[in-house]
């Protein structure tokens, strides 16, 4: 199992509201390192997100967003599209592995 | 235009050795952090290792100490990862991408594909 739970699994019809949580522990999230987001599409490579647990990089819709509080971290997807459904993970560093360690990953299901 | 483009995989053998390279264009590649990230089939992302600009800080994970080394050749604006002792689990796409803003891995490669059987 990943250092970081994520649900395996959250679906939500078109328009709607989903998030994504990512629990973590003191050695990592709550120690207080960055989290980051990707997105990965079927059959192609992870795209990062969102970095810095709550910034959008150029290009990424204001649908998406990224909070962080204690040892949790979520990302949340406001308007939901049929283009959303894909794999999601968040990333932080892990001082007790002394690396960078990702959650177990997230599909979204767009109803 | 950022562009990371991976080569190198392919089928080996149990015990067999690999070396991937990464071939980056379109930014200052001396300036980044550099890491290689890999996917086993239908599971979720790995990190491997990491290289530090001027590849004088190395990291890996566990599972690949001793057997795995990343290097890179800044004049070449290559990256490489050499993969010893490969077992079933090494099994993956491997993935080359950018450290950049916060750490995040901002840009990705298209990956290349280890299959290690016999």
């Known amino acids: 199992q990943s250092v970081l739970t994520q649900p395996p699994s959250v679906s939500g019809a078109p328009g709607q509201r989903v998030t994504i949580s990512c629990t973590g522990s003191?050695?990592?999230?709550?120690?207080?390192?960055?989290v980051h987001w990707y997105q990965q599409l079927p059959g192609t490579a992870p795209k990062l997100l969102i970095y810095g647990n709550s910034n959008r990089p150029s290009g990424v819709p204001d649908r998406f967003s990224g909070s962080k509080s204690g040892t949790s971290a979520s990302l949340a997807i406001t308007g939901l599209q049929a283009e959303d459904e894909a794999d999601y993970y968040c990333?932080?560093?892990?001082?007790?592995?002394?690396?960078?360690?990702f959650g177990g990953g997230t599909k979204l299901t767009v109803l | 235009e950022v562009q990371l483009v991976e080569s190198g995989g392919g089928l080996v053998q149990p015990g067999g050795s690999l070396r991937l390279s990464c071939a980056a264009s379109?930014?200052?590649?001396?300036?980044?952090?550099m890491t290689w990230v890999r996917q086993a089939p239908g599971k979720g992302l790995e990190w491997v290792a990491n290289i530090k600009q001027d590849g004088s800080e190395k990291y890996y994970v566990d599972s690949v100490k001793g057997r795995f080394a990343i290097s890179r050749d800044n004049a070449k604006n290559s990256l490489y990862l050499q993969m010893n002792s490969l077992t079933a689990e090494d099994t993956a796409v491997y993935y080359c991408?950018?450290?950049?803003?916060?750490?995040?891995?901002?840009?990705w490669g298209q990956g290349t594909l280890v299959t290690v059987s016999s």
């Open positions: 379109g930014l200052t590649f001396s300036s980044y952090w």
């Open positions: 991408a950018r450290e950049g803003p916060s750490t995040a891995l901002d840009y």
């Open positions: 990333q932080s560093y892990d001082n007790s592995l002394s690396g960078w360690v």
């Open positions: 003191s050695s990592n999230i709550g120690a207080g390192y960055d």
